[in-house]
């Protein structure tokens, strides 16, 4: 059984660039979160996929986005990148409203120079 | 919007104590609770969780208590082991304005907890 995968597992782009980070939820699976987890932090809601459509968005600003497809896997595209976007992504899967609870993917560690 | 504190942010204990991490959470209509278990440089594991029609629940080691009236949450490890040194989050999934959940997690900011041999 499949947990969820992420990928790139880290990454390292520099200020003004743009990133594209990956998300494969667990089998059977149908939204996707993603998250922020800055070092010594809490991880941070940024946005919810289900049918293809953000339902809900933490404070994050417009540069960041993403998609969800049509087999359930989500993108989050970040543009115009700071410093402070510097942090470990973390994608999580669950049914409709979190039924069954949540599982985590391992994250995306991304480095921003 | 929900706000979750934890405390204490570490926690150092010897081998075989009891440990207590405990948070508040501020939106009343918030419906279940999870903690979760991030060794380093690892994915955030759930250990247990608790919804709010159940005051507490346990599982061998673990057990988590819910006080809804003063919205606060207590993770309680038993008999600690070293291997259960790492850090610990609580959270709480909100509910919207309609009284549906969309699953927003809201984390509290974690508790190191290391268990000396």
């Known amino acids: 059984d499949a947990g969820v995968t992420q990928s790139p597992t880290h990454l390292i782009k520099t200020r003004g660039q743009q990133v594209t980070l990956r998300c494969s939820p667990k089998?059977?699976?149908?939204?996707v979160s993603w998250y922020q987890q800055a070092l010594g932090q809490g991880p941070q809601f940024i946005f919810q996929?289900?049918?293809?459509?953000?339902?809900q968005r933490g404070n994050f600003p417009d540069r960041f986005s993403g998609h969800q497809f049509p087999n359930y896997s989500s993108e989050l595209n970040v543009n115009a990148l700071l410093l402070g976007d510097s942090a470990l992504y973390l994608c999580?899967?669950?049914?409709?409203?979190?039924?069954?609870?949540?599982?985590f993917g391992s994250g995306t560690r991304l480095t921003v120079v | 919007g929900e706000n979750v504190e934890q405390h204490p942010s570490t926690l150092s204990v010897q081998e075989g104590d009891s440990a207590v991490i405990k948070c508040t959470y501020s939106?009343?209509?918030?419906?279940?609770f999870p903690w979760y278990k991030q060794e380093l440089g690892k994915r955030p594991q759930l250990i247990i969780d608790?919804?709010?029609?159940?005051g507490e629940k346990k599982d061998q080691r673990i057990a988590v208590t819910l006080n809804k009236t003063a919205k606060h949450f207590s993770l309680h490890i038993t008999e600690t082991q070293p291997e259960d040194s790492a850090v610990y989050f609580c959270?709480?999934?909100?509910?919207?304005?309609?009284?549906?959940?969309?699953?927003?997690?809201?984390f509290g900011q974690g508790t190191i907890l290391t268990v000396h041999p």
């Open positions: 999580a899967s669950s049914l409709e409203g979190g039924l069954g609870g949540y599982t």
């Open positions: 939106d009343s209509a918030s419906n279940y």
């Open positions: 089998s059977g699976h149908d939204t």
């Open positions: 959270a709480a999934r909100d509910v919207n304005a309609g009284g549906t959940s969309y699953g927003k997690l809201t």
């Open positions: 608790i919804r709010s029609n159940v």
């Open positions: 996929y289900y049918e293809e459509e953000e339902r």
